[in-house]
């Protein structure tokens, strides 16, 4: 009987710290899961060879953290509209969020050693860890939101000198030197961009905004823009332009519907360039900004009309 009721207090444990999550309670258990301790969406399917050796090695680090982060597994298959909107474009893909963020992220199968190095570095930004690193990328976000841009590359930079492969730190840095307007600065640290980094989901989405960024360097006056759209709807480069200026301006819903509306009237324009230039607009926003999920449910119905 004591046998079973310790059983029973394990899996409640476990249970606790690694979840089944769908649609219906993401938000719950991790967005706002996430506001307390860190949280590691683990996104599989039960077909996924690479899924069944991750999945097993990830809950083993999750446990072994005793409750400093937590994990939430989706099934893909059982979960699109999810897996879509969080831009999941292969399995096993797995993203960190801490306080209602994504803070990290990768795609595939890392040795043993690199879960356990991942899940601690998780572990590490919640509240019950030593967040020196943490409380420093915090800071720098914040100068960075005040318009402190080259304050926030400082810090974000010596960050970087104490942990060079720390993701959030250099997606930050990244997108300082956007925010001053140093495209030529962010342009270099990309090209010297560390494998590890590649797949992070915040590297991703600096990098996006990053060629946003140098798109809108050469974009139009948005007024002249407009008046040739509504002079020719079929104008597709003007409406492609237009798009470009709006996102520029911080109008990224006004981009988002000028694309979707050229997508409409002519997909392959360019060789798909409405489908491809909305794609970039989505990684570069927040996976959990409204806008994404709403864009791509459009898109979505216009593909398989």
């Not at 100068?143 to 960050?159: C, P, V």
């Not at 794609?279 to 864009?295: M, N, S, Y």
């Amino acid at each position: 009987m004591l046998g079973n009721e310790m059983i029973g207090g394990m899996t409640a444990a476990t249970d606790d710290l690694i979840k089944d999550v769908t649609e219906a309670n993401f938000m719950a258990d991790v967005i706002e899961r996430s506001q307390t301790v860190p949280v590691i969406v683990d996104f599989w399917a039960p077909w996924c060879g690479p899924c069944k050796t991750l999945g097993p090695a990830l809950e083993a680090a999750v446990t072994k953290a005793k409750g400093a982060v937590v994990m939430a597994k989706i099934n893909v298959d059982e979960n699109q509209m999810l897996a879509g909107q969080m831009r999941v474009q292969s399995i096993p893909t797995v993203y960190a969020f801490y306080q209602g963020q994504p803070v990290d992220g990768f795609q595939g199968a890392l040795p043993g050693s690199e879960i356990e190095k991942f899940v601690t570095k998780i572990a590490e930004m919640g509240p019950g860890a030593d967040n020196g690193l943490a409380d420093a990328i915090a800071a720098a976000e914040e100068m960075l939101a005040e318009g402190a841009a080259e304050d926030a590359a400082e810090t974000f930079a010596a960050i970087l000198d104490e942990e060079p492969e720390n993701a959030e730190a250099f997606s930050g840095l990244i997108r300082a030197h956007i925010a001053a307007g140093q495209l030529e600065q962010a342009q270099a640290l990309v090209e010297n961009l560390a494998p590890a980094l590649a797949t992070a989901a915040s590297v991703e989405a600096a990098l996006a905004q990053l060629e946003l960024a140098k798109q809108s360097a050469n974009a139009g006056p948005q007024a002249e823009l407009q008046a040739k759209v509504d002079a020719d709807p079929t104008d597709a480069q003007a409406r492609f332009d237009l798009a470009q200026a709006l996102f520029a301006a911080g109008d990224a819903e006004g981009a988002i519907n000028q694309l979707l509306e050229l997508f409409r009237r002519d997909r392959e324009w360019n060789d798909g360039a409405a489908k491809a230039q909305l794609q970039t607009i989505f990684e570069a926003l927040k996976p959990t900004d409204p806008l994404v999920a709403k864009g791509r449910r459009k898109l979505a119905s216009m593909i398989f009309v």
